[in-house]
């Protein structure tokens, strides 16, 4: 059977990018989808995707920034399904922008808020929840999470909080049957790049990547349901990423030069 036949899943930001990708991919199984973004328009175009494929789908539209929406999503997939469980943390913001061309630092609050606290706010709701069916949280952060990368200090920030909040939270669960899978994807091609705010604090409009040259967000998607099926302590998405990540430890300054390079070239 498939490791997430019948499961109560609750995918945040799943209206695009990765987040519809995993619900797709996940679809096929025939799992409980709950499907978590702003856009109720879009959400219901993702739930058509996924009941096409197998599965069944609610959708509820949510702002992760707010605490009381969080509560009310979880409240909302009990209520309809009876339980959860597996809840994957992926809807977030980006920047592109040195810090030094900031003119709006109000950015800098609205990451956070959206990109960590989302996270925390949705898991806090949850966790009851997944303790009764020894269930996953699944965290979509970054590899920038891993590492600073030039142009997106106030994301790189976040996704470092990520890391951080969600390894103690692992240590805390230890006994609970409750397993944490961090995902540290490398520059996927996604709407987040071309909504990613600049330095006056609105959306480019435009990818400032080389999208036809990274990985796609249903080969992320593939990648992110594997390392969840496995309970995956951690899933990096790429072998520059996985390689860099001990180079670190040795030849800190080679990898800041890789990652001053990848934002350079856009990919």
């Not at 219901?44 to 969080?70: H, I, K, Q, Y």
């Not at 597996?86 to 040195?98: C, I």
């Not at 020894?134 to 590492?147: D, H, K, P, Y």
């Not at 409750?178 to 994807?185: D, L």
Request: hydrophobic content about 45%; charged content about 20%; some cysteine.
């Amino acid at each position: 059977m498939p490791a997430f036949a019948g499961r109560v899943i609750v995918v945040t930001g799943a209206s695009s990018g990765i987040g519809r990708a995993v619900c797709v991919e996940l679809a096929a199984q025939g799992p409980r989808l709950v499907l978590a973004a702003r856009d109720r328009t879009r959400l219901e175009e993702v739930a058509v995707a996924c009941r096409a494929r197998g599965a069944e789908a609610l959708v509820v539209p949510t702002d992760v920034s707010s605490e009381e929406a969080c509560r009310a999503l979880v409240a909302r997939t009990v209520e309809t399904f009876g339980g959860l469980d597996v809840l994957v943390n992926n809807a977030g913001r980006t920047m592109w922008a040195r810090l030094d061309e900031m003119q709006d630092l109000s950015l800098y609050p609205q990451l956070m808020q959206v990109n960590y606290m989302g996270c925390v706010y949705a898991t806090y709701y949850a966790l009851p929840h997944l303790e009764q069916r020894q269930g996953r949280i699944v965290v979509i952060a970054s590899v920038a999470g891993l590492t600073g990368v030039p142009t997106r200090t106030g994301y790189a920030a976040t996704k470092h909080a990520l890391f951080g909040f969600f390894d103690s939270l692992r240590i805390e669960l230890r006994g609970s049957g409750v397993t944490v899978t961090m995902v540290a994807p490398d520059f996927v091609a996604s709407e987040i790049h071309r909504r990613a705010m600049g330095p006056d604090g609105r959306p480019l409009g435009a990818s400032p990547i080389q999208e036809g040259r990274i990985m796609t967000a249903e080969a992320c998607a593939r990648m992110i349901v594997n390392g969840m099926a496995r309970r995956k302590r951690l899933v990096i998405g790429s072998l520059r990423a996985r390689v860099g990540r001990f180079v670190r430890l040795v030849a800190p300054a080679m990898v800041d030069r890789m990652a001053a390079r990848a934002v350079r070239q856009g990919r």
